[in-house]
């Protein structure tokens, strides 16, 4: 049985008071609440004043983060390495956000090039992926999953895969309140599912596969019920600990 993961990706949003009191309030929203990793990905610059707060929390929320470079030190203006973020206790590492994709033309290759250095670091990656508004209207979305997945498989083959997170996040629901049905979203989480499979049955099992865009508490039981989605990664309504909680909360209900 699959554990479902909630994740809050805070995007550029975020300042010294808002840290503390959002994982304050989290924390208190949390106490109970079991059947659900619960993480949240504030920017760079606060991981170290969130793992302070986390570390005093009555609850266990992960720390994750929201991009990672290559490299682990030397010459590289501006780069945070996935040392320092170990070093901050983040664990589950955002890669290939759409955001990231678009405005810092970062490639499937690239993507999948982070993606082996979180893999030799122990680190998690949480590998988004899908498809534009064009690309779903042309029927397209399936191929372009699987081809952003194989930049994975092809280079480090599908074991990769084995403890990584895949979020499912269809460009044109993010930030538009636009969601994906819970049917259209099941009916794509399973094609990925099966898209693994063909490598190997096992690791298709076991991989966490969250949907993303425009998850709010409203539409996140709906979500969760499906067999094929495993949690979700949230962005706007993961900068509220009320909406935040309700939603890890309908992930664990759907756990229970
Ligand atoms: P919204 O929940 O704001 O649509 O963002 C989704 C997302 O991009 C999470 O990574």
């Known amino acids: 049985m699959r554990q479902p993961v909630v994740m809050g ?28 990793t619960v993480a949240i990905a504030p920017p760079h610059l606060y991981l170290d004043l969130a793992e ?28 945070v390495s996935p040392v320092m973020l170990k070093d901050f206790g983040a664990t589950h590492i955002i890669i290939g956000h759409s955001e990231r994709r678009e405005y810092h033309n970062e490639s499937d290759e690239y993507v999948a090039e982070k993606f082996a250095v979180l893999k030799a670091h122990g680190l998690v990656p949480v590998l988004c992926i899908g498809e534009t508004e064009a690309q779903n209207e042309a029927g ?11 930049a994975v498989i092809k280079t480090q083959g599908v074991e990769a895969l084995d ?27 399973a094609s990925i599912r099966a898209h693994i499979a063909k490598e190997s049955a ?11 865009g425009s998850v709010k508490p409203e539409n996140a039981a709906s979500y969760f019920a499906q ?14 600990a009320v909406s ?13």
């Open 140 to 150: 397209e979305t399936e191929a372009v999953c699987a081809r952003q997945i194989d």
């Open 9 to 36: 990706n805070w995007k550029l949003n975020g300042s010294k008071e808002m840290v503390a009191s959002l994982i304050k309030g989290l924390d208190a929203e949390l106490n109970g609440v079991s059947g659900v």
């Open 202 to 212: 096992d690791v298709a099992e076991k991989v966490i596969i969250q949907y993303g």
């Open 227 to 240: 067999p094929d989605i495993d949690g979700a990664l949230v962005g706007g309504a993961s900068l509220d």
């Open 163 to 189: 403890g990584a997170i895949i979020a499912y996040e269809p460009i044109w629901a993010i930030g538009t309140g636009k969601a994906a049905t819970a049917e259209d979203a099941q009916r794509i989480h």
């Open 244 to 256: 935040f909680a309700a939603i890890a909360k309908a992930a664990a209900e759907a756990n229970a």
């Open 52 to 79: 302070q707060v986390l570390d005093k929390a009555a609850n266990k929320i992960v720390l994750g983060a929201q991009n990672v470079d290559l490299k682990d030190s030397g010459a590289f203006t501006g780069d």
